[in-house]
């Protein structure tokens, strides 16, 4: 069974602190990994993909790779109330360029 | 900006009957999906769709459940005799380029089977 994991949280964070959201997967045919928002009732936004083992930033947002230990994670700096939502982990595995696993999902609070 | 466009955002239907969920994928993109997610639990793959056919689909993807293009722009999906565990929302997604650029979803469907 390919999965990806996450806790489930909730994870509460102050405003403008550094979240740090964190995914582990089983398949290592997966080759793309993606960090998608969802607010409570709302469909999941994409908000990052990665490919490369590292970093990637794009805003307030940092993506980090590792394939060796089959680890993803968010780091969302200056975390503000409107971050408050629940983030998926989402692998794709490009041999079947097709599905994505979610994994079940962590909440995230910002507190003011 | 180009979104996925879902009708309707609420289906209320009895067991046993068929429903049809429309969506409208992002006009360039050419793969297509639904996931379902059923209150509380993880995002779930139902099928993928490419050049007018079927490419991959999963377990919850029974005879019960059927996927058409039937014009150039709607995408639906079909079940053909709800049970109460379909109820779930919905969610369409589209792709450009297999997916590895990531997957764009509609705001979805939500369906109560009675």
């Known amino acids: 069974q390919k999965e990806v994991e996450q806790n489930s949280g909730p994870l509460s964070v102050p405003e403008g602190a550094i979240a740090s959201l964190n995914c582990t997967y089983s398949?290592?045919?997966?080759?793309?990994f993606f960090w998608y928002r969802q607010y409570s009732g709302k469909s999941p936004e994409l908000i990052m993909s990665?490919?490369?083992?590292g970093d990637k930033e794009d805003g307030r947002f940092t993506a980090q790779l590792n394939k060796a230990s089959q680890y993803v994670s968010l780091l969302i700096r200056d975390s503000q109330p409107s971050d408050s939502a629940t983030y998926l982990c989402a692998a794709l595995n490009t041999g079947t360029a097709s599905k994505l696993t979610f994994g079940t999902g962590t909440r995230l609070q910002v507190t003011l | 900006e180009p979104e996925v466009t879902q009708t309707p955002s609420h289906q209320v239907t009895q067991m046993g009957q068929e429903v049809i969920l429309r969506c409208v994928p992002i006009?360039?993109?050419?793969?297509f999906y639904w996931y379902r997610q059923i209150l509380g639990q993880k995002v779930e793959f139902l099928v993928s769709?490419?050049?007018?056919?079927?490419?991959?689909k999963s377990e919850i993807f029974d005879d019960q459940f059927s996927v058409e293009r039937p014009d150039g722009s709607n995408f639906t999906l079909k079940i053909r005799s709800t049970k109460l565990e379909d109820s779930a929302m919905y969610f369409c997604?589209?792709?450009?380029?297999?997916?590895?650029?990531?997957?764009?979803f509609g705001p979805g469907t939500r369906l109560t089977v009675l």
């Open positions: 997604a589209s792709s450009g380029t297999s997916g590895v650029q990531g997957q764009f």
């Open positions: 398949d290592r045919g997966s080759q793309s």
């Open positions: 769709f490419y050049n007018n056919e079927i490419s991959e």
């Open positions: 990665i490919y490369s083992n």
């Open positions: 006009s360039n993109h050419l793969y």
